[in-house]
């Protein structure tokens, strides 16, 4: 059965750094565009990053540009975001989605659980 | 970056009822154009891409339409399990920008 499972968040303090993960079951991650998006604590979703299926193109909000990195391990089918000099701002649940259709234009057709980031002091 | 802007935030009805929910889109998007429904707790489900297509698995009671600047969600005839957030979002750019949700409730 398909499967996206997140896992990596947690309680992090301002300025600190988080690695997220997205481990993808029953289908290939190089395969597709592979997106995160976030969920502040009640409130609506944003985007905040995307790779290509070939790994060539990548690009990020820029609420989060020169702080994010996505990356993706092909051989372990996991998608990664690396977050650093985190801010209250980025407390969320993130998301990882699959893309469906050519870049940019992609809707997300499958989506992980989420997992929680929470930044404080 | 595109803005897209739902309406109404909040919408009371009842099961049975015929609810449209709408999108618009700051500039033309063309039918580059989403909808997800979201329930507490979980992550969005797709509805419908590219304006109109029906997402795999999801029930005919659910339509959508439109196309450059202004879009529409109908639910025919709501159900029970209808009743939660749904998010418009636009993909084409890769901002991706969503709306920022319409909330139907039970009257």
């Known amino acids: 059965q398909m499967q996206l499972v997140e896992y990596g968040g947690g309680v992090v303090q301002p300025g600190g750094s988080l690695s997220l993960s997205c481990a993808a079951s029953?289908?290939?991650?190089?395969?597709?565009?592979m997106h995160w998006v976030r969920q502040a604590p009640g409130k609506g979703l944003e985007w905040v990053a995307f790779?290509?299926?070939?790994?060539?193109?990548?690009d990020c909000a820029d609420s989060v540009k020169g702080r994010f990195i996505i990356s993706r391990d092909s051989s372990r089918n996991i998608l990664y975001l690396q977050m650093n000099s985190l801010t209250t701002e980025d407390t969320a649940v993130y998301f990882c989605?699959?893309?469906?259709?050519?870049?940019?234009?992609?809707?997300?057709?499958?989506w992980g659980q989420g997992t929680l980031v929470t930044v404080s002091s | 970056d595109i803005q897209m802007t739902q309406s109404p935030s909040t919408l009371s009805a009842s099961v049975g009822d015929r609810v449209t929910i709408t999108c618009r889109a700051s500039?033309?998007?063309?039918?580059?154009l989403a909808w997800y429904q979201q329930k507490p707790g979980k992550a969005p489900i797709l509805l419908i891409y590219?304006?109109?297509n029906l997402a795999s698995g999801v029930p005919s009671r659910f339509s959508g339409s439109g196309s450059g600047t202004e879009f529409t969600l109908t639910i025919s005839s709501l159900q029970t399990d209808d009743f939660a957030t749904y998010y418009c979002?636009?993909?084409?750019?890769?901002?991706?920008?969503f709306g920022q949700g319409t909330k139907l409730e039970i009257k």
């Open positions: 989605a699959r893309g469906r259709g050519p870049p940019p234009h992609q809707f997300f057709d499958f």
């Open positions: 029953a289908f290939t991650l190089s395969s597709y565009g």
């Open positions: 790779i290509e299926y070939d790994g060539r193109t990548k």
């Open positions: 500039q033309s998007i063309s039918d580059w």
């Open positions: 590219r304006a109109s």
């Open positions: 979002q636009q993909f084409d750019s890769y901002s991706h920008t």
